[in-house]
């Protein structure tokens, strides 16, 4: 079965400081990638997706996510977090034999301190 | 507004009661989804469905079930033989397609006394 890791599962930072969070998936074969975002009492949302072409994938709010395949990795990164920023994120995976059902990663719980 | 809805938002029962939580999508979506959250764990799948009348277990399906008689619903049933229902239900709707988009319900929370 596939598996999504999400390294880090609290992040603080303060505002202004770069954002990298990791995600590793152990599917071998061509995936579709994901970052959700839940923010405070609001529905988990779509940060941005790669499905193929160039590695480096551009999302909402600044966020962008580079698409490594030999590392298995799809690392989330903004170069400077605001104070909103705060929020869960998920990676989630979409494997080429899966239709269309995600794998998603335990959740990265980001606090931003102003 | 096109979206999903689920209700309630809080849910409390006796442990032995089963529970039914409800969810709706009025974005003709062909495919739903039932997901549980807990901390720490992300979000895994206890049941979906592609069309009218069909569904296929997750990876967590013991102890739920649901229906999907119409293509705007999907009820999931916490039943009494699930151990640990207590937990963050979502659902979720996509069209269907491989790597769609998945749209998201505001959840419900559940807690079993």
């Avoid at chain 1, 071998?28 to 609001?42: A, D, H, I, K, M």
């Avoid at chain 1, 170069?79 to 929020?87: E, G, L, N, R």
């Avoid at chain 2, 296929?56 to 033989?81: H, N």
């Amino acid at each position: 079965a596939q598996s999504v890791s999400q390294h880090n599962h609290h992040v603080i930072l303060s505002e202004a400081a770069s954002l990298e969070l990791g995600c590793n998936y152990s599917y071998g074969g061509t995936v579709n990638l994901f970052w959700y975002v839940q923010y405070p009492g609001q529905h988990l949302q779509l940060l941005l997706k790669y499905f193929s072409g160039d590695p480096l994938v551009k999302g909402i709010k600044g966020f962008e996510a580079e698409f490594i395949k030999s590392k298995f990795s799809f690392n989330l990164r903004k170069p400077s977090v605001q104070w909103s920023d705060t929020a869960e994120y998920f990676c989630a995976v979409n494997p080429d034999n899966a239709g269309n059902m995600l794998t998603f990663g335990g959740g990265t719980r980001l606090m931003v301190k102003p | 507004d096109g979206g999903i809805t689920q209700s309630p938002k809080y849910l409390f029962r006796k442990e032995g009661q089963n529970v039914t939580l409800s969810c709706e999508q009025n974005l003709n979506h062909d495919a739903m989804y039932w997901y549980r959250q807990d901390p720490g764990q992300g979000l895994r799948l206890i049941y979906y469905s592609q069309i009218v009348n069909d569904f296929q277990k997750g990876d967590i399906a013991e102890g739920y079930s649901v229906s999907r008689e119409k293509k705007e619903s999907f009820p999931l049933t916490v039943t009494s033989a699930q151990k640990n229902p207590t937990a963050f239900y979502l659902c979720a709707s996509s069209i269907a397609g491989q790597g769609a988009e998945q749209y998201f319900g505001p959840g419900t929370r559940l807690t079993v006394t």
